[in-house]
């Protein structure tokens, strides 16, 4: 069943004092791109997340986000004072005192208003223990994004059968019409001829070779034929597994050439609204194929 490009999954588990939250998100793209963005610590895992990412899907513009953030009952940030900066600085105040004969003391106000004064102990992640259960919510939120573009993908597969449909009535009638043709020129040039003439008579051999001329020149059953088989091998990609948004846009475009050239050589009324209704359903159907995969 083919899928939709466009899709959300998320996935979020337990790791020591850490929570693992993955969210992607997947939209329209003509090639696939991969967009990452992981917390400071993680970049070393970024060829597995995409080798991940990759198995799943095979065109849009991926974008993947993980967070890492810590439990509850820990704490949320990790604090230390740095001792040789304070150490150097109240060496320094007690020096120019000293010096300058001033009065007053540091106090633990300004010690704090000094950018440097606290350090912000960085965690130290166990990438051993965090990398599995991380690779394992990546997938387990692409299984949750796959599923809504496979049912996103289903109501696509359902209009298109519908339009299909459609096109192939039309393509019926303008078959039907297409018999008629012949016929009706030859009356025409009957009628045409008569007025011109007169009294004078029909070369019926010449009307009949002016019938056979145009019969040819107007013929569309091989365009006919071809448009059919275009949209026969289009219902059959339907049903495929594999990445099919660019095949099914160049049959459309084949499509869309055939009842133009038909339309042209037809030179009639009746063909040419019908080709015009076709070619409304194809665009439809166009603007829906960008959206699979």
């Given amino acids: 069943m083919p899928r939709s490009m466009t899709a959300y999954g ?18 329209n793209h003509r090639f696939k791109d991969i967009i990452l963005r992981l917390p400071k610590g993680l970049q070393t895992l970024e060829n597995e997340i995409k080798q991940a990412i990759s198995q799943t899907i095979q065109r ?7 967070f890492l953030n810590k439990g509850q009952n820990v704490n949320a940030t ?22 300058f004969l001033l009065q007053g003391e540091v106090t633990l106000e300004q010690i704090l208003r000094e950018p440097e004064a606290i350090h912000r102990i960085p965690d130290v992640l166990n990438l051993e223990e965090i990398r599995p259960i991380l690779i394992s919510c990546v997938i387990e939120s692409l299984k949750h994004a ?9 109501f696509i597969v359902k209009d298109f059968k519908e339009r299909l449909d459609f096109i192939n009535q039309r393509l ?17 040039l009957q009628e045409r001829l008569k007025v011109l003439l007169d009294d004078i008579p029909l070369d019926e051999t010449r009307i009949a070779m002016e019938i056979a001329i145009y019969a040819d020149k107007c013929d569309i059953t091989e365009e006919i034929v071809r448009a059919m088989s275009h949209i026969s091998q289009f219902r059959e990609l339907l049903s495929s597994e594999e990445a099919i948004g660019r095949k099914l846009d160049f049959l459309l475009q084949e499509i869309h ?3 133009t050239t038909l339309a042209n050589k037809a030179q009639d009324a009746y063909i040419s609204q019908k080709s015009v209704e076709i ?5 439809k159907l166009r603007e829906q194929v960008q959206n699979l995969e």
Avoid at 60 to 66: P, Q
């Fill in 60 to 66: 849009g513009r991926v974008e993947l986000t993980v």
């Fill in 78 to 99: 990790s604090l230390e004072a740095n001792k040789a900066f304070i150490t150097d600085y109240l060496k320094l105040a007690k020096e120019i005192k000293e010096e």
């Fill in 257 to 259: 050439r055939e009842i």
């Fill in 279 to 283: 070619k409304a359903e194809l665009e």
């Fill in 10 to 27: 998320k996935a979020e588990a337990d790791c020591g004092i850490h929570k693992i939250q993955v969210e992607v998100k997947s939209q």
């Fill in 146 to 154: 796959d599923l809504m573009r496979l049912k996103e993908g289903e």
């Fill in 172 to 188: 019926d009638e303008i078959k039907e019409r297409s018999k008629l043709l012949s016929i009706e020129q030859k009356k025409k």
